[in-house]
């Protein structure tokens, strides 16, 4: 939204206001206070601009101040009806802050002027005022000076209005482009600067298409609200049930999306294309419990399009019926005097494959419907839709996990999948335990029957990570409305990193029922017209229909390449949003923010990932060979076993009990999740990017490989990163890491190694996982009743095995190379952070890691400079010294087991056994990764195996990453896990605790492993208001 | 919509009569290779069926004389899909059974009947089969199994031609039909046997893959539990040759119950009795079973007074 509040707002209102009133002094002092309370008066203005973009204010930058306060009043309008509850909110917010309550003072002499108005259309138009005088913040001393101009040409308002207003917009244009940069951020966090610039108001023509086929067309501010354009929309329609509907824009992709009411529409169209359909959103199921006429007359409009176009399927008498029903309530009784009935029949298009039997049955069905009046004959077209086994069902093509394609449908009662035009399974809410998904697989999960011990997760993959959000949104938004009796409220405390934390911001069903319940209005009259109808066009959104497979099977064709296109971008990122249904609740775990946000947030998660994924397959023999070895183990066939299981449970929902795994099948599921994930990203990934990185480190890159080669080490690290962020918003601070952290490439055996099938290992990690979730949220819950600032608390778990040669120097070297990696996430994470670059002991907030870290400082050091080289990143080095804490068992640490399997170290170090578990099933199903790294070097040997993994899950409070490198060369393998653990919140986390708990559930997973080192980094973002 | 009203409402009965050839050669020879049926006790029964169908519940009986060169042809049900005033003919699996249709459809031609065929209706359904027995229409929903007789391509012509409903499928293995197991026992009841004894072998669908597991038939209905949108009181019986019975509203709107009688299932008539205000008409089909068909595959049911919404 354009408008922001500010306290120099305040002063522009005076001016207005002062040709009415005499307050004028007061409002110089004003002036000078606002002056003073800069800083005060730009988070109010963050508060005010946030109600101001629910409600849609916006006056552009460049309007005389008179006009400004013109356009606010117009936009204004609409939202009198309904006023945002947010309203009474930044009233409060605005008074608490020195200016404010100067601007509400205002606002009541406007009130005195306008006595329509409510006092919210007041405060309103106070804001916008204040808005239009932030714009020249910069100068305050003009205010006065305009306020004396503004005074006359108040006077001409009313009648220039328009043409202003106009002219708003082409100023618009040259501005836009500046806007367009500084606003991706903008709302929550913004500098003076920014807000000043920003405070602009611009206008933008809005064209709605309605359901009877005409445009509307309005204009809003350029940072409005979805709700805000469709709280206009519905005020035209004079639509008060507005909960059914939203809406519908169509986004670069030619894909059609909701409008979320809560965002700015700017930020969601992100094209310049203004267009927008008003659709049903939300079925009702039973259309006769709506209230008005004029809702289901709107429902019906909506059918009626769905039926033409296929997208409703059904049979040729129900198309001639609801046809009948359509003639009867458009039209009215049949006149028997009408000349040629079929002609004008024909000319209507009530089925996609509509001939001349099919109007000769209308038109007799029509005859017989004489008498029924428009609401009857409407009412009978709905209790006949209704009961269509498509009626409701928004589709989405997909994939099952074997590849077939299929089709999921989300309706009022839960999730249904078809197979061509089969149904072949069906979800209902009740059985679902949490929906989420990651990339471009979407997955539920689902709970067990009866007869069935345990949960499980099934999965599908979608064309692209967007369809995949797209899907889950749906979900989310369709079991909240039909399913709850009150929104979830979007989880604020949560994690920066992973997930949308979108959430269903309407009322549901039940509430709207009561809402209106409460309509007391004489029946809108409207008319019914079908002109329109016949010629409007379906806006070009993708008509999903289970028929037109064919069709929709070329749009497929044609996303992979938009995908290439983005991927480079969005590969990088990590989606992950997962909710969580309880029995009809949804526990969400998922985080609101934007894709681009929580791409930002993920950087670090998602670069490790992407390393990982993008990494090209090296060499296609050896894992093969890898693989005989890793089946030969025990463990692996275990691994192998389970994954056999878990197939069939992803797939297949009803089939539970057959499956008699000893492990957990959720578990089970989970992981392969994972796997799916990695695959799919693999496959995306150019193979020469990772590669290229790594053969090209500007300092020293033999040096570094040999230096892997060298070393075999098996460590588990544990990194807790603890993001301390007062007030921060999630958006901002992930932004700036995530873009940071996304061009680093910190792990070298990530990148490589990841190419296929880490099944196992994920199962394992995936339990970890389970298990720090759990912990995660745990300290989440105690974390909210704590004073401390963290909202979000987020694990992330990054393990990474590798397995090195080491013909260098002392194990410790080895190991801090290999931690090196680590430390640079640490360290990017530093860099991002605004406040803390890096965690020193000192600095650490966590008494348990500080002594560990001490230890290592002076080797990390070391491997620090060398590591950049080996990944390849020149930026990277860095001389900060990271604490390392190598074998140590110390109890809060976790466990690393160092394995070293060269032979000059073999001696020194202590050999773990094989026995390590992690490692086999890391290797059975991960895929093997030759050591491509090592192909620019001589000694890049053919025995020379990494596997890495990355393990993403989320749950309401954690989000955890897991690496696991393991490098096998010759007989020696070294295996290091990573885990880093952010831990995120706004306030009252208890970040020791927290710390505390993932360091011990750490070790509690890897019971073979020591902890090698710990290193904590904080982070502290100046605190923001909401 | 326009399809939609509550199950069991039917004017019509179409049967076919028994041919002196039933049970022989009535195509692989494994299926009846060691049965003996007995050809005028069999008759019999039909006589009793069709007697039961015309006299007691009053349908109006329409018997589409036995032909001797198709000894199949009897098991009409499974050649034609019926529901409000569009019939499906049917492409049965076996080659020579194929042929039984051109009766069928003239019959159904004759009763006005908007006659869909499945061999030319769409270039997609080459190889596609479908039979009736693996139908369960519960007049809201179609159920179809997956069988060794139908397959998905069949499925989906039948949910192309039956557009209004949702059609979902059930894998059936093993040579059972889905209406072996289970059938409609009012306009909201869904009789399933629950033999113990007999479990019946299910291809469970297990996501994409498909198992063979020896299953209980519950999880048929768990399955079907599964599927539906709907809820459907389940009358659960003790073995498996009373699952298939004939539901039907007659024109007098009392509800009647072909089921088999106590001989033949001893155990299941008193779950029968349990139907409320039911008229229970014992029909002995034993014969027919013993070549895997069953009460409701002897005849199809049409409504001709369907009214609209």
Known sequence: MTTEAGSETEVKEKAEESAAEPDQSEKATEDSQEVANAEVEEKEKAKVKEKEEKEGKGISRYLPTWLKKQKSQSQTSPTKEAPPTEEPVSKVTQEEEGPAPEVNGHAEEVEEKEEVKSEQVKEKEAETHSNASADTEPAKEEKVEESAEKSPEETKETAEGEGAEEETKEKEGAVEAEEEAGEGQTSIFQSPLRLVRKNKMKLVVCHVTLLDGTDFTCEVEKRAKGQYLFFKVCEHLNLLEKDYFGLAYQDNHDQKCWLDPTKEIKRQIRSNNWQFAFNVKFYPPDPSLLTEDITRYLLCLQLREDVASGRLPCSFVTHALLGSYTLQAEIGDYEPDQPRPLDFISQLTFAPNQNKEMEEKILELYKSHRGMTPAQADTQFLENAKKLSMYGVDLHHAKDSEGVDIMLGVCANGLLVYKDRLRINRFAWPKILKISYKRNNFYIKIRPGETEQFESTVGFKLQNHRAAKRLWKVCVENHSFFRLNAPEPPTKARFLTLGSKFRYSGRTQAQTRMASSLIDRPAPSFERTSSKRISRSLDGAPMISITEAGRESAENGREPHLELHSDSKSSLRVHGDNIYVRHSNLMLEDHDKTQEEVLKHQASISQLKRSFMEAPPPSPPQPNQWEKRLTSSPATIRLQQQQVVSVPQTEAATADNTISDTKEPAKTTEVEIEETVVVQEISRAPKPGLITVAASPPAAPSAEQEMREQEVKVQEEAVVVEEAKPRKEESISSESESEEEAEYHPYLPVSISHTQIPEEKEEEEEQEKQEEDKTAELQVLASDASSLPAEVIQPAEETSREVEESRKEDDTETEKTTNAEEEKEVERETEESTDDPMVTPDEAPNGLTLPEEGVTVMDAQAEEEEEPKMNGEPSLIEAEPLPQVICCSEPPVVKTEMVTISDTFAAQKTEIATKEVPIVHTETKTITYEAAQLDGNGDGEPGVLMTAQTITSESLCTTTTTHITKTLKGGLSETRIEKRIVITGDCDIDHDQALAQAIKEAKEQHPDMSVTRVVVHKETELAEED | ?309
């Open chain 2, 1 to 309: 919509m326009a399809n939609m009203c509550p199950y069991g409402h039917f004017t019509h009965a179409v049967v076919r009569g028994i041919p002196e050839t039933f049970g022989k050669k009535a195509g692989d020879s494994q299926e009846n290779g060691e049965v003996s049926v007995d050809l005028a006790k069999a008759q019999r029964q039909f006589g009793c069926l069709t007697g039961a169908l015309r006299q007691k519940v009053g349908l109006q009986l329409i018997e589409i004389p036995p032909d001797p060169e198709l000894p199949e042809s009897w098991k009409i049900e499974d050649v034609a899909v019926i529901h409000g005033d569009t019939a499906l003919i049917t492409r049965p699996f076996k080659q020579q059974r194929q042929s039984e249709v051109e009766a069928v459809r003239r019959v159904m031609s004759e009763l006005n009947l908007t006659v869909v065929e499945m061999d030319r209706e769409q270039g997609d359904s080459v190889g596609a089969t479908l039979e009736g027995s693996d139908i369960l229409f519960t007049g809201r929903e179609f159920f179809v199994g997956i069988s060794s007789h139908t397959n998905r391509r069949g499925a989906e012509v039948l949910a192309d031609t039956f557009r209004d409903f949702a059609v979902s499928t059930v894998p059936v293995c093993d040579g059972a039909r889905l209406k072996n197991i289970c059938s409609m026992g009012g306009p909201n009841t869904i009789i399933f046997s629950n033999s113990d004894g007999a479990k019946k072998t299910l291809r469970c669908w297990l996501g994409a893959r498909r198992l063979c597991v020896m299953l209980d038939v519950r999880v048929c209905l768990q399955m079907m539990e599964q599927l539906t949108d709907h809820h459907y009181d389940v009358l659960t019986v003790p073995e498996e040759s009373a699952a298939n019975c004939i539901y039907i509203k007659g024109p007098s709107k009392r509800d009647f119950l072909l089921h088999r009688p106590a001989d033949e299932c001893p155990d299941s008539v008193s779950a029968f009795q349990k139907l409320q205000d039911y008229t229970l008409l014992p029909t002995a089909c034993s014969e027919a079973s013993k070549l895997g068909a069953s009460l409701s595959s002897l005849c199809l049911l049409v409504n001709r007074k369907h009214t609209y919404f």
